[in-house]
């Protein structure tokens, strides 16, 4: 490998490491409190936000085909990630913008974060697919893109299961089911609700509700840009190296 492929698989174990970390005491007690508070909504709740969240994602999963760059080809690992961190500033400034006026402009303006915020995030990973040259056009490429999305912002337990999944994709992406419509999206609209939570509850007070809604959207894009970078890497080194990519602990 060139020095900077070693950087990157350095960086790829360590991060390989967090992602099959035992959940913690703190996150079990977190998980069951987030749990007990899910109980207590009404199941038409949870049906309503479960199809609102599945059919903004679904738009811009299909929607976005038509607008992202062709995959690119024949381009060193250094360039390519290059690309990828420039990608990942400009949409984590956009996202930081976002935040800060839906922020300022009270409750219901602090409401219309989420939507866009998500839109943000999935165009984000769109280009991150392309730049690692894969062709979102694939049904299953866009299936690895909501992996990606749920690994990024989920418990450490569910986590645990995703990465399990990424870390086999080759595999894993054989067993898929041709409808997207049978993807968990339970599971993934509630994960993603209970993550973002605390982070963005404070962006609907007042006063405070810029700083906040900047910081944690500037966080949130920078911790996905990671994620994606990562799961790419795995699927690199598996295909273009003799190293082995690194396998579930």
């Known amino acids: 490998m060139t020095p900077e492929e070693e950087q990157a698989y350095a960086q790829l174990l360590h991060w390989q490491r967090r992602m099959q970390q035992r959940p913690s005491l703190l996150n079990r007690v977190a998980r069951r409190v987030q749990?007990?508070?899910?109980?207590?909504?009404?199941e038409k709740v949870h049906v309503a936000i479960t199809?609102?969240?599945?059919?903004?994602?679904?738009?811009?999963?299909?929607?976005?085909?038509?607008?992202?760059?062709?995959?690119?080809?024949?381009m060193p690992l250094a360039e390519r990630e290059a690309a990828?961190?420039?990608?990942?500033?400009h949409y984590r400034n956009a996202a930081t913008a976002e935040g800060a006026v839906t922020g300022a402009g009270g409750f219901f303006l602090g409401l219309a974060d989420f939507p866009l915020l998500l839109g943000i995030k999935l165009k984000l990973l769109f280009d991150v697919a392309a730049l690692y040259g894969h062709d979102v056009?694939?049904?299953?490429?866009?299936?690895?893109?909501?992996?990606?999305?749920?690994?990024?912002?989920?418990?450490?337990?569910?986590?645990?299961?995703?990465?399990?999944?990424?870390?086999?994709?080759?595999?894993?992406?054989?067993?898929?089911p041709t409808n997207v419509n049978t993807f968990d999206w339970r599971t993934f609209q509630q994960e993603y609700r209970d993550y973002i939570d605390l982070a963005k509850l404070a962006q609907l007070l007042p006063v405070i509700g810029?700083?906040?809604?900047?910081?944690?959207?500037?966080?949130?894009?920078?911790?996905?840009?990671?994620?994606?970078?990562?799961?790419?890497?795995?699927?690199?080194?598996?295909?273009?190296?003799?190293?082995?990519a690194p396998r579930p602990a």
């Open 35 to 42: 749990a007990r508070l899910n109980a207590l909504l009404p």
């Open 51 to 74: 199809a609102t969240i599945k059919q903004m994602v679904q738009a811009v999963l299909f929607g976005s085909v038509y607008t992202t760059r062709q995959p690119v080809a024949d």
């Open 137 to 176: 056009k694939d049904y299953s490429e866009r299936l690895y893109l909501l992996y990606i999305f749920q690994l990024t912002f989920s418990s450490q337990h569910t986590r645990n299961d995703i990465y399990r999944r990424l870390a086999d994709w080759e595999n894993y992406r054989q067993t898929l």
């Open 84 to 89: 990828v961190q420039t990608r990942i500033r």
């Open 210 to 244: 810029a700083a906040v809604g900047a910081v944690a959207n500037y966080r949130l894009l920078e911790q996905l840009g990671e994620t994606a970078m990562n799961c790419y890497r795995l699927r690199y080194f598996a295909a273009t190296t003799s190293t082995p």
